[in-house]
């Protein structure tokens, strides 16, 4: 008895020591959003003048704006194409298709160092260069692969007589798909979109290749922000995207079970 409390005890100390190493930095940076200090001093002067100096920098405000149009295109277009694709993979065979399946996990595993530069460097030969659209395009292409994989997964516990049953009862295809498989792989296809926001809305590496001055996203802007000089107003900006990306994830989990109830 003695033993498992003491077993008990530090396991509830892991998770403390563990939840405080991720969380810690997280907040000693949105309280430092609001210290009048801008070199951290102490003792803590409370003030929301760096709020009122980010609405006033005009391009870490388009960089910010830049990565939220991008990662919420990137979310729409690789969920809808990683869905169909995974779709297809599932109901049909074909030649290829386990080499099309192998092919799914390298762009994943391959460094972006090297990512990235095969895409500036094959974005440069077709002749679209670099810019907003290359950054688009290279997020696409890194987020399609996590959302076949993660809805993919969902369909592995998909049963294909609930497909067959409702043909049988004078469905056609599109009926089935949209009223029976759609509903089922649900929760697979929000995970995989939310994979898919947070790889382009993160996504350093392939934004700084492809991006152009005056055209960049909020990592590459906070990356050339630092190298100047650290300013609060990072804090600040760090501090509403935290707020607001934990409110969407808040809500998600109310409205939606990925056990498929909702």
């Known amino acids: ?30 309280a430092m959003s609001f210290n009048a200090s801008p070199f951290y001093q102490l003792p803590f002067e409370w ?29 729409l277009i690789s969920t809808v194409l990683g869905s169909m694709a995974s779709l297809a993979l599932y109901r049909y065979e074909f030649r290829g298709k386990k080499v099309l399946q192998a092919l ?7 460094p972006w160092l090297i990512t990235g530069t095969a895409m500036l460097i094959f ?12 950054i688009l395009l290279g997020h696409v292409a890194l987020a399609l692969p996590y959302v076949i994989v993660v809805v993919s997964a969902r369909l592995q516990t998909f049963a294909p007589e609930l497909e067959e049953a409702a043909r049988s009862l004078g469905a056609n295809q599109w009926q089935v798909t949209m ?10 296809v929000i995970a995989g979109g939310l994979f898919a926001f947070a790889v382009s809305f993160d996504q350093f590496v392939v934004s700084y290749f492809l991006s152009t001055p005056g055209q960049t996203t909020l990592p590459v802007e906070i990356y ?39």
């Not at 799914?104 to 391959?110: D, H, R, V």
């Not at 974005?123 to 290359?134: D, M």
Request: without cysteine; hydrophobic residues 55%; proline residues 5%.
């Open 1 to 30: 008895m003695a033993t498992t409390r003491i077993l008990e005890g530090l396991g509830r100390f892991y998770i403390v020591l563990l939840l405080g190493f991720l969380y810690l930095p997280i907040i000693i940076m949105a």
């Open 47 to 75: 003030t929301t003048d760096w709020y009122q100096s980010l609405w006033q920098n005009d391009q870490l405000i388009a960089a910010t704006w830049n990565s939220i149009e991008i990662a919420i295109i990137t979310t």
């Open 104 to 110: 799914l996990f390298p762009p994943i595993a391959i």
């Open 123 to 134: 974005f440069f030969g077709v002749g679209i260069g670099r810019g907003l659209i290359a």
């Open 179 to 188: 009223r029976v498989t759609l509903p089922w792989i649900m929760p697979g």
């Open 224 to 262: 050339a922000a630092i190298r100047k000089g650290f300013t609060p107003e990072i804090n600040a900006v760090s501090t509403i995207i935290i707020v607001v990306s934990m409110a969407l994830m808040l809500l998600t989990a109310r409205f939606f079970k990925f056990g498929g109830e909702k």
